[in-house]
């Protein structure tokens, strides 16, 4: 079965305009219920502190405040308000170094760009359906980093269900 949008509110930031325009257009195409737009970073934490979208779709390289500066601060407000907003980041560029930084700033999900309508609309239905819990430990709040759960792990960071 099909995933349905059409009760998600979207923010879109991008500060190139016609990517962030072709986007939208791509979540209209897909029914999204509203779709926001920001060409930078403040634009779009302001945006989501009126709007409380249900997912942010970011760009990495932005003016005056990056895609990892605007997850941190969202990170920042779901910890106030008991909540984790999906957070998918984009970018050009996906060594494993930046997909790790931007994993441990709190994204849920990295895609790779371009990335055709097909990824996007995968990524976005993953995230909503396959919501991540929540971790508040050491400096970090935002969806758990594992993507599995093993038990084959028995070092001394392993989590036992209870998050000193």
């Not at 190139?16 to 257009?25: F, G, H, K, L």
């Not at 249900?54 to 500066?69: F, I, Q, R, S, Y």
């Not at 998918?88 to 895609?111: Q, R």
């Not at 609309?121 to 909503?128: D, E, L, N, P, S």
């Amino acid at each position: 079965m099909a995933f349905n949008f059409k009760n998600i509110k979207v923010l879109i930031a991008d500060d190139d305009a016609t990517i962030c325009m072709v986007i939208a257009n791509i979540f209209r195409t897909l029914k999204v219920k509203e779709c926001l737009t920001a060409h930078d970073g403040e634009e779009a934490l302001e945006l989501f502190k009126q709007h409380k979208p249900d997912l942010v779709l970011t760009d990495w390289n932005m003016k005056e405040m990056c895609g990892l500066d605007l997850a941190r601060a969202i990170r920042q407000i779901d910890k106030e308000t008991n909540g984790v907003t999906p957070v998918i980041l984009t970018s050009g560029y996906a060594n494993m170094e930046k997909v790790k930084e931007a994993i441990d700033t709190g994204v849920n999900e990295f895609l790779l760009k371009p990335f055709s309508v097909n990824d996007l609309a995968t990524r976005v239905a993953y995230v909503i359906e396959n919501p991540r819990e929540c971790i508040d430990i050491q400096g970090y709040f935002g969806p758990d980093r594992r993507r599995s759960d093993t038990d084959a792990y028995e070092g001394p960071d392993r989590r036992n269900g209870e998050v000193n």
